[in-house]
């Protein structure tokens, strides 16, 4: 079935490749920055981030290898295996500072919440893809989708991961809004979104949670504690200033004021020392590879990619949007990586299969359906 | 695989091109939020970039700790025994140091210690924020104090902290109980949730110090403070007073346990001391006592080889842990269960030759002339092995297992201390399931003494004294009286627990305490050495026996090794008529209940009743 087609290597996309490439390294100086001066035992984050982009990549070379279409027919077995997994991280995962996400594989810690964001992406896409009502989809066509997404989602809120299960809802509400819905339908889901908003306020955050959002509403009430966060990663972005202050000059993460700095914080570490002149470059990248994306879809032959790439670029956007906004003082404090840029071998990985798939449906666009 | 590409393709080009119509909607979007991105990068970085640069030079917030003092430890009458003292600590802040290796060789040689203990200790906690101060020293002397204060500008990086640390108000008090608090450990840190402690923090590892870990540590405070480029403190933001731990009031009493310590003093054994009425403990003490003070904030290796060589094992709570066989303390459950199963009467006579044969096997009385004819209270008073040989040859192991149980024996007690032993209380069931083998006739006679299979810890024995003591009541022993707020206020008071009710009847139970007041008080009774003569003491003696090697068999028993003497028991109660205190001793390795053990309950007594032991000994 897989045969080598020297057409697959001409339409080969070296662009969206080489910006993947431009961010990797930005994401590994910026790490040796974070914890600099580094004297920790053990292997450092830079260095272990490394070796997750070169997996990555091997990563890639191997989806890159194969039609994407596979991921039609191996779609609900990927989706099994990985309720598997969250499940057993839920039960058997090792757990840190009050969650279980991890399952411990001896080398590497699996977050098996993070190729989970992918999975629901697959899944979406064969199943939208596979339906075609001509006058967009009715709220009965949405209960299937709408039970695939809950699963995983509940699973990840119970570890709990706020962060990660409300990717899930944004990934499921940006393609659910891409395929045709009814207006109708459309009308009903906002209002059931908006009396959800309670409920799941009341029943499913946890006191700290809550308190975080409350935070972000009235920064006034808590300065010192919950908004510490974000009020240091303001100070750090904004004392950047236009120039910044200079690779591994950067005080605010030097001194350790920057919580989580080579986590969820490493762009308010970029942002301080590379100034407003650096940050800009870094979002230009993010948004070329959108626009990038973007263009794959439009040119995928079939509806299948086109979904499959649209799923894969919200769930970068989205990420790298809330992560941004978050470091920025824009939104509550999420745990929620800068895709590429964050450090994080699940969260790498994901996004480099991601990437990985993108790439694969570029090179097949030629292909005539038979 | 034609099936499954049919399946992608059925739908037609129109669908795609409507489907791709609503990319440009997407492109739309992304463009707007990335706009509002830049927009606040823009505000954050251009806008107010000064102002933030500002902020971050002058304006940086740091939260120092302010550890809180720990809940006192108090004694029944809420006198004070464990409280706080303020602890002078080296530390180390890295950040605030240019120049490291001059200053700690300066350090090193100001300690009068080798640079390598310094620089190990830094290394340990490698990894943390630099601005954490890391202790290198603790407890200084006020002379190094005063010296380090004094050479501040010479010292950059080293600061002084002060800090609570616990302060044993009577050294070794009841330390097995105590325990000692001291920094968390990585491991404990892990375990811990999120936020409830860091690395640094004091948490008890041992005794009632780590059970009651939540209400004796309190809740610490932090000092928001400014501090600039340097680390130097600009002004302090606001100040969150730590909160002390709250106070845990004990049931022991500060005199009875000092008298049992005292009694113990220098020998391996324990002494535990009851309310008979309420089950709450009085004293329980073990011997040799750990050295608390060498476990505050780690002890070194050289002092917990010392602990851990010691012969008379000082890390053991042998009140709780030592398991030895009840020995003739023991004959209480024998002589209740005879009687309840009417096996015997009170008017039962035996004759003791000395001993008696089973299956050509010979069991010995410890008196090897014989008691001659004996009833069951000489036989108490007197200890008579042949007699309740005899009773448990009637009865069976089982129902003496079953009598022992509703005494308590046999199973952990469930007072508030951790590694508490269970004892063992053999039955048929338990051998063959545990040795698998089947009962032997011979074993029983054994058990009926309180020897072979049978083990009890201290308070095990204390317990079933009280409970006989007070017409049948078992208590579950309690160590914890109440907890209370740093100001006093009642937080939580514990009240007794009933754990069950002695087999027998109340006259099976009077008619023992006669007995065991005849042991104390009758001229030939075995436990005449704990007699007052103001107040009635009822009490029983026992010598269990350690297996020992055969060469020693026939040796005289002072000139047997130490490790194969025999245990001395002596367990009892005062005022014989109007129960209040149940005491029993346990001494290790020291021959004979009745002249080992029960001079040291005699000393306890006395204590309680207060007592001059110059005019009871001039008396008598």
């Known amino acids: 079935m897989i045969r080598f087609d020297r057409r697959l290597l001409t339409n080969f996309d070296w662009g969206l490749l080489f910006l993947v490439l431009v961010i990797g390294l930005m994401c590994l100086a910026n790490l040796y920055s974070a914890i600099y001066p580094n004297d920790s035992h053990g292997t450092p984050v830079y260095q272990k981030q490394l070796y997750y982009y070169l997996m990555g990549f091997m990563l890639i070379l191997a989806i890159i290898s194969v039609d994407y279409k596979i991921f039609l027919q191996l779609n609900y077995k990927i989706y099994a295996a990985i309720i598997f997994l969250l499940l057993f991280a839920l039960f058997f995962g090792s757990s840190q500072s009050g969650t279980q996400r991890w399952i411990n594989l001896g080398f590497f810690n699996l977050q098996p919440s993070e190729p989970a964001k992918l999975m629901l992406v697959i899944t979406l896409a064969s199943y939208y893809s596979s339906k075609d009502p001509d006058k967009g989809f009715t709220l009965k066509e949405l209960i299937v989708p709408s039970l695939l997404t809950a699963v995983p989602f509940l699973l990840i809120l119970k570890q709990p991961d706020l962060g990660t299960a409300l990717m899930l809802g944004f990934i499921f509400v940006s393609m659910t809004l891409f395929v045709k819905l009814k207006w109708q339908t459309l009308l009903t889901l906002l209002g059931i979104c908006a009396s959800a908003i309670p409920l799941g306020w009341k029943f499913f955050l946890k006191p700290y949670q809550r308190q975080r959002i409350e935070t972000f509403l009235n920064p006034e009430s808590d300065p010192l504690n919950t908004g510490y966060h974000i009020m240091q990663s303001k100070i750090a972005v904004g004392s950047g200033s236009a120039f910044g202050k200079g690779y591994l000059h950067g005080t605010q993460g030097y001194l350790d004021f920057l919580p989580e700095r080579h986590t969820d914080f490493a762009f308010s570490v970029w942002a301080e020392e590379w100034g407003f002149a650096g940050s800009l470059f870094l979002l230009t990248c993010y948004f070329a590879m959108m626009l990038w994306g973007i263009n794959i879809a439009d040119s995928s032959r079939d509806k299948f990619g086109t979904l499959l790439v649209i799923g894969i670029i919200s769930l970068i956007f989205w990420q790298a949007f809330i992560n941004l906004a978050m470091v920025m003082g824009l939104m509550p404090v999420v745990g929620m990586p800068l895709p590429l840029f964050s450090y994080g071998g699940s969260s790498l990985l994901t996004t480099m299969a991601g990437i990985g798939i993108l790439l694969s449906i570029r090179m097949r666009r030629y292909q005539k359906p038979s | ?620």
């Open chain 2, 1 to 620: 695989m034609r099936r499954f590409i049919q399946l992608i393709y059925k739908s037609d080009e129109a669908e795609l091109v409507t489907l791709k119509k609503r990319v440009d909607i997407a492109t739309a979007v992304i463009l707007f939020l990335v706009a509002v991105l830049v927009a606040r990068l823009w505000y954050l970085q251009i806008h107010k970039g000064s102002e933030y640069q500002h902020l971050s030079e002058n304006n940086r917030i740091r939260v120092q700790k302010i550890a809180a003092p720990r809940g006192d430890i108090l004694d029944r009458n809420g006198k004070i025994i464990v409280t706080n003292r303020p602890c002078f600590n080296i530390v180390w802040i890295k950040e605030d140091a240019p120049d490291p290796d001059v200053v700690i060789k300066r350090l090193a040689a100001i300690l009068n210690i080798d640079i390598s203990e310094l620089l190990d200790r830094i290394r340990e906690s490698a990894g943390q924020p630099r601005y954490v101060p890391m202790r290198l020293r603790q407890d200084i002397d006020w002379k190094t104090l005063v010296y380090i204060e004094n050479h501040r500008l010479d010292l950059p990086g080293v600061r002084i902290e002060a800090v609570p640390i616990r302060d044993y108000l009577y050294n070794n008090f009841a330390s097995h109980i105590i325990g000692y608090p001291g920094h968390i450990s990585k491991k404990e840190l892990e375990s811990s949730k999120s936020d409830e402690y860091q690395g640094g923090d004091q948490i008890g590892k041992m005794g009632l110090e780590r059970i009651f870990e939540k209400n004796l540590r309190g809740e610490q405070g932090k000092r928001y403070v400014e501090v600039d480029v340097h680390g130097f403190e600009q002004k302090q933001l606001q100040n969150q007073e730590p909160l002390p731990g709250n106070d845990l009031q004990l049931t022991l009493d500060l005199d009875l346990q000092l008298a049992a310590e005292k009694a113990l003093d220098g020998k391996a054994g324990a002494i535990v001391t009851m309310d008979v009425n309420s089950g709450r403990v009085l004293a329980l003490a073990s011997s040799p006592p750990m050295k608390l003070k060498q476990f505050l904030g780690g002890i070194s290796v050289k002092n917990w080889k010392e602990h851990l060589d010691d012969p008379l094992h000082p890390l053991l709570n042998k009140a709780i842990q030592g398991q030895y066989p009840p020995g003739s303390t023991y004959k209480i459950v024998t002589a209740l269960a005879g009687l309840s199963e009417k096996a015997i009467s009170p008017q039962t006579i035996s004759y003791c030759t000395g001993s008696m044969t089973l299956h050509r096997r010979r069991y010995g009385c410890w008196k090897r002339r014989g008691h001659e004819a004996i009833d069951l209270n000489r036989a108490l008073s007197e200890s008579c092995d042949v007699y309740f040989y005899q009773v448990g040859q009637k009865v069976g192991v089982n129902k003496l297992a079953q009598y022992a149980g509703s005494l308590g024996l046999g199973k952990k007690t469930g007072i508030t201390l951790e590694h508490e032993k269970s004892g063992l209380t053999p039955t048929k069931l338990w051998k063959k399931k545990n040795r698998n083998e089947s009962w032997q006739e011979g074993e029983t006679m054994s058990v009926s003494i309180g020897q072979g299979f049978n083990l009890a810890t201290p308070l095990q024995i204390c317990n079933m004294t009280a409970t006989l003591a007070n017409g049948g009541t078992l208590y579950r022993p309690m160590l914890i009286k109440a907890i209370l707020a740093p100001e006093g206020k009642l937080i939580e008071q514990f009240e007794p627990i009933i754990d069950g009710k002695a087999l027998g009847t109340k006259r099976s139970l009077d008619l023992i305490k006669k007995g065991l007041v005849d042991a104390v008080n009758s001229k030939h009774g075995t436990g005449g050495q704990a007699k007052l003569e103001e107040i009635t003491v009822a009490g029983k003696t026992g010598t269990s026996q350690v297996v020992r090697l055969a060469q020693y068999r026939s040796v005289p028993e002072d000139q047997v090794p130490y490790k194969y003497r025999d245990h001395a028991w002596f367990t009892c109660f005062a005022p014989a008529d109007k129960p209040e205190i149940a005491i029993t001793v346990l001494m290790e390795h020291s021959g004979h209940g009745g002249s080992a053990a029960a001079p040291l309950a005699k000393q306890v007594l006395e204590q309680y009743f207060k007592i001059k032991p110059d005019a009871s000994e001039g008396d008598s």
